[in-house]
Nanobody
Framework: QERLVESGGGLVQAGGSLRLSCAAT????????VGWYRQPPGKQRELVAR???????NYPDSVKGRFTISRDNAKNSVYLQMRSLKPKDTAVYYC?????????????WGQGTQVTVSS
């Protein structure tokens, strides 16, 4: 069973920066498109960044120009550099493949890392 371990979250003031990290067991990341998702309080989880095996990236307009996703296939890791953070970026952030990993037909998620942006 693959494991996903996110880290790097915390409390930051608006305008600040954070860098999230995610490590996966096995080679699952090196073989797939990988993404960062987030789930704000009371809302559904959404994809905020994705990166292909060769490094092509995509972002929704809500984070474009502020977030940068990168990956290290040799370390089975993915990163999210977040700048100019806004209170609306407050959420639990998760890494996963795109589409998400499943376990016995159900989506598999790590524990996530909390990002809180104060105004």
């Amino acid at each position: 069973q693959e494991r996903l371990v996110e880290s790097g979250g915390g409390l930051v003031q608006a305008g600040g920066s954070l860098r999230l990290s995610c490590a996966a067991t096995g080679s699952i990341f090196s073989l797939n498109v990988v993404g960062w998702y987030r789930q704000p309080p009371g809302k559904q989880r959404e994809l905020v960044a994705r990166i292909t095996r060769v490094g092509t990236t995509n972002y929704p307009d809500s984070v474009k120009g502020r977030f940068t996703i990168s990956r290290d296939n040799a370390k089975n890791s993915v990163y999210l550099q977040m700048r100019s953070l806004k209170p609306k970026d407050t959420a639990v952030y998760y890494c996963n493949t795109v589409p998400v990993l499943t376990n016995h037909g159900k989506p598999y998620w790590g524990q996530g890392t909390q990002v809180t942006v104060s105004s």
